[in-house]
């Protein structure tokens, strides 16, 4: 259990286009959902917190006009990035975790991270 | 921003040989826990200590908790060409947040 998929695994775009990521929970309900950005041989840098059903919450420095997420269900959240230039590309990485728990939950306090997706902007 | 400092930044050792990672971090926590990332993948949950603990197992990894040093430590026994990776701390930031270590990149040679 505690699975969470992302598509696509890896996209290359044009500068100035706009690309879109999704994260699924796929044998859970994920109240709350996270997305980090890595750069190669660096650590995970959180970006936004995403909560169903309300605007996500940009950590400072952040842009969140040019990474617009959007949680609309428990079981998915889309981080788009708009207008992408090549220092937008990186290793993007959502988690997602589960408020209660009870027998056969995920834990609480514990975040379940997808495969990842690899940006490349020429 | 990063909490976690962790060292070594790199290990390289034989199979068989033990692996020790240490993760030092700055604000009080109600948890630590570490991760391990395979190149180019995401993140696979390893152990989740809690700041009322000093020292869990999981199969062949022990960590171990200081609040007063503000540090943790991360064994591996009887490494395996399989486990390398790289393996991040992470401590509560509160609201669900994850605050990750720089990490330590293990290189188990067969």
């Known amino acids: 259990g505690a699975v969470v998929s992302q598509h696509p695994s890896w996209v290359i775009c044009k500068s100035g286009t706009s690309v879109k990521i999704e994260c699924r929970s796929l044998d859970f309900q994920a109240t709350t959902m996270f997305w980090y950005r890595q750069f190669p041989k660096q650590s995970l840098m959180l970006m936004a917190t995403?909560?169903?059903?309300?605007?996500?919450?940009?950590e400072q420095g952040v842009e969140k006009d040019k990474f617009l997420i959007n949680h609309a269900s428990l079981t998915l959240s889309t981080l788009t990035v708009t207008s992408a230039h090549p220092e937008d590309s990186s290793f993007y990485i959502c988690s997602a975790s589960y408020l209660a728990g009870g027998p056969g939950r995920p834990r609480t306090d514990t975040q379940y991270f997808g495969p990842g997706t690899r940006l490349t902007v020429l | 921003s990063q909490q976690g400092e962790e060292d070594p930044q790199a290990l390289s050792i034989q199979e068989g040989e033990n692996a020790t990672m240490n993760c030092s971090y700055k604000?009080?926590?109600?948890?630590l826990q570490w991760y391990r990332q395979n190149s180019g993948r995401g993140l696979v949950h390893l152990i989740l200590?809690?700041?009322?603990?000093r020292e869990k197992h999981s199969g062949r990894l022990r960590v171990t908790l200081d609040t007063s040093k503000k540090s943790s430590s991360l064994l591996i026994t009887a490494s395996r060409a399989a486990d390398t990776a790289s393996y991040f701390c992470a401590t509560d930031g509160g609201g669900g947040k994850l605050i990750f270590g720089q990490g330590t990149e293990l290189s188990v040679k067969p």
């Open positions: 200590i809690r700041s009322n603990e």
């Open positions: 995403s909560n169903e059903g309300s605007k996500a919450t940009y």
């Open positions: 604000t009080s926590i109600n948890n």
